[in-house]
């Protein structure tokens, strides 16, 4: 009966793929302080004053193992963020994010301009930019790329989304590209510079391979589609007309590896023992457990870079009375003791969080650690009493007769003992908990019919707008508004946030944002997560992009 | 014998009908919405409503089924919710793979097993029969996830002998093969002993000696062919269950057989792609035990396959 339990646990280990599928998966570095402190390199351990003098060298592959493996690469139709990541390596933005700075930089457009009204963006499209397939790109180029994102038909998830507020995409010419939005929209310029989600297609290429372009995309990235052995790997090959590298790169040509090969790779163990035996070079998301010895290794270079955005907070659903009581909602989030749950849990490896927002993303709120709840369970319990509880014989408290019992919905895997802790946290202070595991398929769903009394969650996400879809009244029906929040205030300050374009007015709307959001106390913030991959020594010159994690522009293997 | 065939592929229908019915009732069941994975947390209310009408999973179940059946009767499983190809293909794809996989471990198995079986009967209460058993039982409790960990520690980290996740080749074959071999081996052995214990022990045996026939040829042919019928059983029954894919091995090893598909499919409420696994799978297991039938017949000649049922 060995399998049966094993099989479980391999489905467990499957369906705990982090997160929001929609989302986009980055990374951000370890840096806690703020977003423009230049963290992106000093944040990797081992960092490489040796390999530094050498001299790149061209040839070789590198092959990087993966948890997952994407449904498909037609960037328009997917909405893995695992696709996202490796068909970055097809594309690019009409814009760049320094990974020092965090500041945008044009990038296949020269130039931009926006409107007094922030509604109308005007892009200058690079010239001498070649699609794999040959066909020059154009700011038609882009304007048809962009049409086909928000035409329905196309059905396209993330990058839809990501222009929804887009009205219209025209290009009066060759070089000028006009975005007329329905109103200002502030994350813009960070979707705008994924390589990934917004790059241009090649409408030939699509029209050409029909219904089997998702396995055989074009872009006018530095690698080129070679192979998809399905189950196994994707394989890309130099580019080698490639001779318009992303400015933040200090290789400018083609890449220098002959071959990338993405490798999937499901289960943890497997992935270590791939690394180890040479079978891969690259190891993606590894647990803290198990970075340790690479880390004392110098045959191996751990990346680490904190999660953009909250890898674990507790919702509750505002639908139950006992969570419409602002008291008990504050006494839970003081009950909770953080820094134990990431010790437990993730083994340290994070930072703990306050509010709804992670260090790395813009407008964080370094204050939010002293107006933030800390654990305090005699104030917790004095608020409960405050809200009308007393503590009855089995020393739970209870109202009208009706003890405080709730149910905590967690994912398989870590959420699950997150919950252990939090649920012997909770009978502490005399409240009852009860665990409910769930696939995160299936505790979705359970969120999203509003089934529950409170639940785990966590989100990545490249912009604080990540808010609005939590919090705003309008998510609550099909929407991520799990805790189902409307409140007024809230609601204006979210619309205000996404449509503020200038980033110090931006940053304030954010710090009060999270101010109040702290305040109304309706999630528990828990901590954020430090995500590793380890690299295997010959591969040198693998950067680290704080919101889009490893970059292979700069990549050789020394051999 | 044409009439037992029949008799039998016309039982194997309603299996397979069953096992439809089945299979299409659990994963409705499993909760998680497929539409909500595959759309992701982003997707409006119009994009999730037009994708359910699109895939027909608006319509009542009972709909949903038939109209499922009817389409599998003319031979078309459907496309894969995930990557839009048809299930089929998904499933062509993976098969050779998990098939040569089971192949040789199955050959393995039968080796191992088959002269552990035979030596333990022929020393029977000797230290060699004792051992023997004793690692049968080993093999029986360890689960495979942990020897597989386990040969992948030692023969790829360790000595960098073999392989991992380096394709389906010869080599990247070794390791999971020999896992799945070792630990199939163990219900082959025991069987082969048990039968052989008690086939030892008749006359022909002392007949067949008496006549100065050598002790192999007396183990392997005479007694052997009679010890046989319920090693093939069990054979049969293994070799359909790996051809279905040993999910747990293929994990491990990262095999890109029809076992990790079928894992994968699952976590993303692939309807169409699990039923087509189950289904394909099933027809799987009901040909096989058709073969099985028949192959008792090749070997024992008393057995007539026809008159199985009529027999006792």
Redesign the interface.
């Known amino acids: 009966m ?2 049966t ?3 479980k646990k ?2 467990a280990l ?2 705990m ?1 982090p997160l ?4 986009f998966v980055g990374c951000s570095s370890s840096s806690t302080s703020n977003t423009a402190a230049p963290s992106g390199t000093q944040a990797t351990t081992g960092e490489q004053p040796a390999s530094a003098s050498l001299q790149p060298k061209k040839g070789g592959t590198i092959t990087i ?1 993966l948890k997952d ?1 994407p ?2 690469l037609d960037i328009q139709k997917t ?2 963020a695992v696709a996202n990541q490796i068909a970055g390596n097809l594309g690019g933005g009409l814009v760049t994010q320094d990974p020092e700075t965090l500041e945008f930089k044009p990038y296949l457009a020269e130039s931009w301009t926006v409107s007094e009204d922030g509604k109308t963006w005007t892009f200058v499209i690079r010239s001498g930019v070649k699609f794999q397939d040959g066909t020059p790109l154009t700011a038609k180029s882009f304007a048809e790329t962009y049409q086909r994102a928000l035409d ?1 038909q196309t ?1 396209a ?2 990058a839809g ?1 990501n222009l929804s507020e887009v009205a219209s995409v025209e290009a009066p010419d060759d070089k000028t590209l006009v975005l007329t939005l329905k109103q200002p929209f502030a994350p813009l310029l960070q979707y705008l510079s994924d390589p990934g989600w917004l790059q241009p297609l090649s409408l030939e290429a699509i029209k050409k391979a029909g ?1 089997k372009y ?1 396995r055989q995309p074009v872009g006018v990235g530095p690698w080129k589609f070679e192979s998809w ?4 790997s994707i394989t890309f090959v130099r580019n080698e007309d490639f001779t318009w590298a992303d400015p933040i790169a200090k290789n400018q040509g083609p890449v220098y590896p002959d071959k990338l090969v993405y ?5 943890n ?3 270590l ?2 690394l ?5 070079d690259i190891a993606s998301k590894i647990d803290a457990k198990d970075v340790k010895k690479y880390k004392d290794n110098p045959q191996y270079e751990v990346k680490e870079m904190l999660r953009n955005g909250l890898g674990l907070f507790i919702m509750m659903n505002t639908r139950k009375p006992v969570f419409q009581q602002l008291e008990v909602r504050q006494a839970l989030n003081m009950a909770i003791n953080k820094e134990a749950i990431m010790k437990a849990v993730i083994q340290g490896e994070g930072v703990v969080a306050y509010g709804p927002l992670p260090p790395s993303l813009f407008g964080y709120d370094e204050g939010v650690k002293d107006y933030g709840y800390a654990y305090k369970a005699d104030e917790a319990k004095a608020l409960l009493e405050k809200a009308g509880y007393q503590k009855n014989a089995q020393g739970i408290y209870e109202k009208d007769g009706k003890p405080l019992t709730m149910e905590i919905l967690a994912q398989t895997g870590t959420w699950a003992q997150a919950a252990q802790v939090i649920q012997a946290m909770l009978k502490d202070v005399g409240v009852d908990v009860k665990i409910v595991t ?5 505790l ?3 969120a ?1 019919k509003g089934n529950f009394d409170m639940t785990l969650m966590g989100y990545t996400l490249n912009d604080p707008d990540v808010l609005y ?1 939590f919090l705003h009244s309008s998510q609550i ?4 508004n799990f805790s189902a929040v409307k409140d007024d205030k809230l609601d204006s300050l979210l619309v205000k946030g996404r449509t503020t374009v200038d980033s110090a007015a931006r940053k304030e709307v954010y710090k009060e944002i999270q101010k109040y959001v702290v305040e109304q106390a309706w999630w528990v913030p828990l901590y954020t997560e430090k995500q590793f991959n380890v690299v295997r020594k010959p591969v040198e010159g693998v950067r680290m992009h704080p919101l889009r994690g490893l970059m292979y522009q700069d990549s050789w293997v020394n051999q | 014998m044409k009439q037992f065939l029949l008799q039998r592929l016309g039982s194997g229908l309603i299996v397979l009908l069953g096992i439809s019915i089945f299979s299409f009732a659990l994963i409705h069941l499993i909760p998680g919405d497929p539409i909500r994975i595959m759309l992701g947390e982003n997707a409006t209310a119009e994009q999730v409503q037009a994708l359910r009408e699109q895939l027909g999973l608006n319509q009542p179940l009972l709909t949903q089924y038939f109209q499922y059946l009817s389409h599998v009767v003319q031979g078309d499983l459907g496309t894969s919710f995930k990557t839009g190809r048809p299930v089929l293909t998904e499933i062509i794809e993976r098969f050779p793979a998990t098939v040569k996989l089971a192949a040789s471990g199955m050959l393995i198995a039968i080796f191992i097993g088959i002269t552990m079986g035979i030596l333990a009967a022929r020393f029977k209460d000797t230290l060699l029969d004792f051992s023997a058993m004793s690692l049968a039982t080993l093999g029986v409790s360890i689960p495979s996830f942990w020897l597989g960990i386990l040969l992948i520690m030692f023969f790829t980290v360790k000595l960098g002998w073999f392989p991992i996740a380096g394709g389906t080749g010869f080599m990247d074959l070794v390791l999971p093969a020999v896992t799945l071999g070792v630990l199939a081996s163990t219900v082959i052995s025991r069987l082969t002993r048990a039968g052989m214990v008690e086939v030892l022990t008749f006359d022909y045996i002392r007949t067949a000696r008496a006549k100065g026939l050598g002790e192999s040829a007396v183990l392997f042919v005479h007694a052997f062919r009679n010890a046989m019928i319920p090693v093939v059983t069990i054979v049969g029954l293994q070799i359909a269950s790996l051809l279905g894919g040993t999910v747990i091995i293929e994990r491990v090893f990262d095999w890109p057989g029809l076992g990790s598909l079928a894992i994968s499919a699952i976590a993303s409420r692939d309807f169409p792609l699990v039923q087509g696994i189950i289904l394909f799978i099933g027809v799987i297991f009901v040909l096989i035990n058709v073969l099985v039938d028949v192959l008792y017949s090749v070997i024992d000649p008393r057995i007539e396959v026809g008159k199985l049922k009529e027999g006792t």
């Not at chain 1, 490798?263 to 289960?267: G, T, V």
């Not at chain 1, 180890?276 to 891969?280: D, L, P, Q, Y």
């Not at chain 1, 029906?477 to 991520?480: C, R, T």
Request: a negative charge.
């Open positions: 060995g399998t339990v094993s099989f391999i489905v499957t369906a793929v929001v599928a929609s989302l193992g493996e449904d498909q909405g893995m329905p059905a998830k993330v989304s219904d998702g052995e399905n189950g196994q490798k999937f790779i499901n289960e163990q497997t992935m023992a791939a180890e035996s040479g079978s891969i769930l696939e995160w398929g299936a979705v769903d359970t999203t879809l029906a099909n929407g991520l």
